[in-house]
């Protein structure tokens, strides 16, 4: 099945400073990426996307970029602030067949942006 | 409306009880999933509902029993639970890329279940 790597699982940054996650995934039949952010006490927030057939993606202040060839994709927050403060997780996503996709998570990011 | 419900917020049973999580949407989705997220890590999927039918269970004890009862609602029915089943319960929903939808899954804000 497939597997996805997260690194940091904490990072720490100024406000107004950039925030990179980076995440690896296994399967190279993965076609979605999907990154969630989660508030204490709440569900995962879909914030960003990316399809395999785009390498970047960019809303506002976040942007991804993916790597098909080495199986990498990376969020990018810029001029962070204090309520950018959550757990992120990264996923991949496979065509379970049937109309549903099967998401794997990788195991998360504790971002703190220090005012 | 991006919007999925989950009921009830918070629920306490011991480990004789019965009880039900309840998940709807309204956004036509025709597939519906449920997971279990423990403290400080990832969800990590339980069923998947893809057109009212059960098209996968990731090897989940029978103490958990889904529901699909119409396109809207998924249950999770609950019976002789552990204390280690304590989590978060999230349910999500995503429409089929054949019906015009995109692999986007929604999440609702979970059930916060304590077995005691």
């Known amino acids: 099945g497939e597997n996805v790597e997260q690194h940091p699982s904490t990072l720490s940054v100024q406000e107004g400073d950039s925030a990179v996650i980076k995440c690896t995934y296994s399967?190279?039949?993965?076609?979605?990426f999907p990154w969630y952010k989660q508030e204490l006490g709440k569900g995962p927030q879909l914030i960003i996307d990316i399809r395999s057939n785009v390498g970047e993606k960019k809303d506002q202040r976040i942007a991804v970029t993916l790597n098909k060839t080495a199986k990498h994709f990376s969020l990018h927050i810029t001029e962070t602030q204090p309520e950018d403060s959550a757990v992120y997780f990264c996923?991949?996503?496979?065509?379970?067949?049937?109309?549903?996709?099967?998401?794997?998570f990788g195991k998360g990011t504790k971002l703190s942006v220090i005012p | 409306d991006t919007e999925v419900t989950q009921t009830p917020k918070h629920l306490v049973m011991g480990m004789t009880n019965k009880k039900s999580l309840k998940c709807e949407q309204h956004?036509?989705?025709?597939?519906m999933y449920w997971y279990k997220q423990k403290a400080k890590k990832p969800p990590e999927l339980m069923f998947v509902y893809s057109y009212e039918k059960l098209s996968i269970n990731e090897s989940v004890p029978s103490r958990f029993s889904p529901e699909c009862p119409n396109s809207s609602l998924l249950n999770l029915h609950l019976h002789a639970l552990q204390p280690e089943d304590s989590a978060l319960y999230l349910c999500?929903?995503?429409?089929?890329?054949?019906?015009?939808?995109?692999?986007?899954?929604?999440f609702g804000p979970g059930t916060r279940l304590t077995v005691t």
């Open positions: 996923a991949a996503t496979l065509d379970s067949g049937a109309g549903s996709y099967q998401l794997t």
């Open positions: 399967d190279s039949a993965s076609n979605y």
């Open positions: 956004m036509g989705h025709r597939a």
């Open positions: 999500a929903s995503s429409q089929d890329i054949g019906q015009g939808g995109s692999y986007e899954q929604y």
